[in-house]
């Protein structure tokens, strides 16, 4: 159809083929803008292992929300509270016990990391049953109030000084309130290797990097493996979504989608397939918003603003809702331009121009430019704002996009519904005359 | 294993669609005929549909005013009754869209009144639409896909974990040999692979009652179906329907064309102003002054 489309079908191995160019492209440009502006090796691991921890987040979160909304038509707006029912929940169950005179205000359960993980993404898919049960039955926009209602609830209530501290079990637990929670239990990263027994491997295969990054590599290493970890994620979220939406399963999402009416004529619960189709969403934005935070070292409450919502929103229209792949690269291509992009390139220009003092205040900024045609304050004005910004970028990125391509970067591309391709003749074995006898026939 | 009878489809099909209209008999159909489920109707009921003082207002509209009749099985059963006579809404009353105010809908000889929609469809009772709704971006195949009843992959589970998805595939592939049974029988395969939303007015009719009777019903009721349809195509889907009533399928059809009625039905129920006026047969109706005034005056 599009140049794109060109571009994409002459990629060597289909969809995964497309999404690693992608990531390749967006790597690519990261590293030479470094290079050519004399970034440190350290400062480029560095970038490069934050970039793909965003990367990763955003993939995995917009691959949940295209199950919900790209296949089943559920417009969930909560995202966030998702993600913070998680990691909250996660945190009271793997924090190490509570221990008077410790850093920590409150304890955990004291579990081991993977049943608070399981713990979390149960909670969040438990979340997701309540909310879904009533607003399924009414007009799909109440989902869309109820959801954003809920993550706003959510947030509300860590801030709030009742579960600042509670007991559990007869354990001192609690969400520490708005001063937010330490996660204080063992590194993620560690616990990981040390399941398989190879925590002194890693630490060697660190001390390696020594050669490229004498000073203290591990900071730098472990960003970069954390990173990897999470588009191992990724491709499991991507394979598991893949599999659910090629199937009679995902045929009945696709079909409640189209017209839930017809559907149900046709003898499916519809029902029961929007609350599983919208539970599994949730369960994996509850995982994502784990795996977001869980190195962080502390959880603040504010930290969930629904922001993050329409972020994960913005990076599945650019993909393409509909498309697991366009997910994908919707989640790169947000994290790598509009959310790091901005970021970077302010960190590129206080490199290269290390002393231009900016402005302070939108006044002193333009009037230079007015009175002695100098544009140099209100640039750096401009860079100096930049986070601020970021939202203007993603604004005027999602009206070109309305108007230039709607439908995302994949969205217009439609992923079949079935176990087995469905292809536009009958299979040549079947369409003799006695094909139909090759099926189940013979067990009479 | 889901269904052996399905296979057999195939090999007669192709007779079918050479011309001949020689789909035997539904009574003989677990050897042959296009016999698109396990379960043939329950010959021993003689009228599977009974409606029974239904009634529904739409604020202060009356749409349907205690009406009450019944569908002899195996019969081509007309509906018929100026615009705005309340058919499409009977419809819904039946099939669980709405809830009837009053009355009572028994199917099978089975109280059915207010129950959800897909418990009805379940139970062998169908609808196409009006309007036809088919589902525009999924493909004539993914439409019909989507019919058949208890497809094991329906549960997520099974869909996605290794080891049991070749279950899954395996029911694919068979559901799949029906739906191109079934698309033969329609003679649609040119447009198998066309995303529904493409179809013409008349292929959208042929699609949805394809996928109702994928679902391996009992009894049908269509809602209109040739409204839009161009004449040759009509004459096939009721060529189609025709041959189907002939293997023990039971159809009710709603219809303002009252010639096409005439012509097809073997009874006729008249229903003006929400109320059944008379039932019959064909000539009864015809003779019936009652009916021709509530065609002059209710502006065809
Ligand atoms: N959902 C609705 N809300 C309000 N009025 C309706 C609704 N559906 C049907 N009606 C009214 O009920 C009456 C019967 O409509 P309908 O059953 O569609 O007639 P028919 O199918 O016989 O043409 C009409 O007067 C119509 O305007
Ligand atoms: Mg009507």
């Known amino acids: 159809m599009s140049v794109r489309d060109d571009v994409a079908e002459r990629i060597p191995g289909g969809d995964a083929g497309l999404i690693v160019a992608v990531l390749l492209v967006i790597y690519a440009a990261y590293v030479l803008a470094g290079v050519g502006l004399g970034y440190s090796v350290r400062g480029q691991l560095n970038t490069i292992g934050v970039l793909t921890f965003y990367i990763g987040v955003f993939a995995m979160l917009a691959l949940a929300l295209n199950l919900q909304w790209g296949y089943t038509g559920l417009f969930n707006i909560g995202i966030v509270g998702f993600m913070a029912v998680g990691i909250y929940v996660m945190a009271l169950v793997s924090k190490p016990l509570y221990e008077s005179g410790g850093a920590a205000q409150v304890g955990g359960l004291g579990l081991p990391l993977i049943v608070g993980i399981v713990a979390g993404m149960v909670a969040a898919a438990l979340l997701g049953a309540v909310i879904a049960l009533p607003a399924l039955r009414l007009r799909a926009d109440y989902l869309a109030i109820v959801t954003i209602a809920m993550s706003e609830i959510v947030r509300f209530s860590f801030l709030s000084g009742e579960l600042q501290q509670f007991r559990l079990f007869g354990e001192r637990v609690g969400f520490g309130g708005g001063s937010g929670l330490i996660l204080d239990f063992t590194n993620p990263l560690e616990a990981f290797f040390q399941s398989f027994g190879l925590w002194d491997a890693y630490l060697g295969f660190v001390s390696v990097f020594e050669v490229i990054i004498p000073n203290n590599p591990k900071p730098v290493v472990d960003g970069l493996v954390y990173g990897a970890v999470l588009l191992g994620f990724v491709a499991v979220y991507f394979w598991l979504l893949k599999r659910t939406g090629e199937s009679p399963f995902g045929r009945v999402l696709k079909a409640i989608r189209e017209d839930e009416d017809a559907a149900n004529s046709l003898g499916k619960n519809t029902n029961r397939f929007k609350i599983k189709a919208f539970m599994l969403g949730c369960a994996l934005m509850g995982l994502a918003g784990i795996l977001w935070l869980m190195t962080s070292g502390a959880v603040t409450p504010n930290f969930f603003r629904p922001r993050i919502t329409f972020f994960v929103w913005i990076a599945l229209i650019i993909g393409g809702a509909g498309s697991n792949t366009g997910s994908v690269l919707g989640g790169a291509v947000f994290a790598a331009l509009l959310y790091q992009g901005p970021r970077y390139l302010k960190n590129l220009i206080d490199t290269v121009i290390p002393n231009a003092d900016a402005p302070s205040g939108f006044g002193p900024a333009v009037s230079p430019l007015i009175s002695n045609f100098d544009p140099a304050p209100l640039f750096f004005y401009t860079i100096d704002s930049v986070r601020q910004l970021q939202l203007v970028f993603m604004g005027l990125a999602l009206i070109w996009l309305m108007h230039n391509r709607p439908e995302g970067m994949l969205g217009h591309r439609k992923e079949t519904a079935a176990g087995i391709p469905l292809t536009g003749s009958r299979a040549s074995a079947s369409a003799e005359t006695d094909g139909g006898d090759a099926g189940g026939g013979s067990d009479e | ?300």
């Not at chain 2, 209209?21 to 698109?36: E, H, K, Q, Y």
């Not at chain 2, 062998?124 to 208890?150: C, H, S, W, Y």
């Not at chain 2, 039932?279 to 021709?292: K, T």
């Open chain 2, 1 to 300: 294993m889901s269904d052996p009878d399905a296979t057999n489809v195939g090999s007669d099909h192709a007779g079918g669609s050479n011309g001949g209209r020689d789909v035997p008999g539904r009574t003989d159909a677990a050897s042959n005929g296009l016999d698109l489920g396990s379960g043939g109707p329950n010959v021993d009921e003689e009228y599977p549909l009974q409606v029974e003082g239904l009634c529904k207002t739409f604020g202060g509209i009356t749409a349907v005013d205690d009406a009450s009749f019944r569908v002899e099985r195996g019969t081509l059963t007309g509906l018929i009754g100026p615009n705005g006579a309340g058919k499409s809404t009977t419809f819904n009353l039946i099939t669980g869209m709405l809830r009837p105010d009053a009355g009572t809908v028994t199917f099978d000889g089975e109280d059915i009144t207010g129950q959800k929609p897909h418990a009805i469809a379940n139970r062998g009772l169908v609808r196409t639409f009006q309007i036809a709704r088919e589902l525009q971006e999924m493909t004539v195949l993914e439409n019909l896909m989507l019919a058949p009843k208890d497809q094991r992959g329906e549960a997520l589970w099974r869909s996605v974990t290794p080891g049991f998805r070749g279950d899954v595939v395996e029911q694919e592939e068979e559901l799949l040999e029906r739906v191109w049974d079934v698309i033969e029988f329609f003679d649609i395969d040119h447009i198998a692979d066309e995303y529904a939303g493409n179809l013409s007015g008349g292929q959208r009719k042929l699609l949805e009652l394809a996928r109702a009777l994928l679902t391996d019903p009992d009894m049908l009721l269509l809602d209109e179906p040739f409204a839009g349809v161009n004449p040759s195509l009509e004459k096939r889907l009721l060529e189609h329907v025709h041959e189907l009533r002939e293997q023990g399928y039971t159809f009710l059809l709603v219809e303002h064309d009252m010639d096409l009625i005439m012509e097809n039905c073997e009874r006729v129920i008249v229903l003006h102003q929400g109320q059944v006026l008379t039932e019959g047969s064909p000539d009864e109706i015809q003779a019936n002054e009652e009916v021709i005034e509530a065609y002059l005056g209710g502006n065809v």
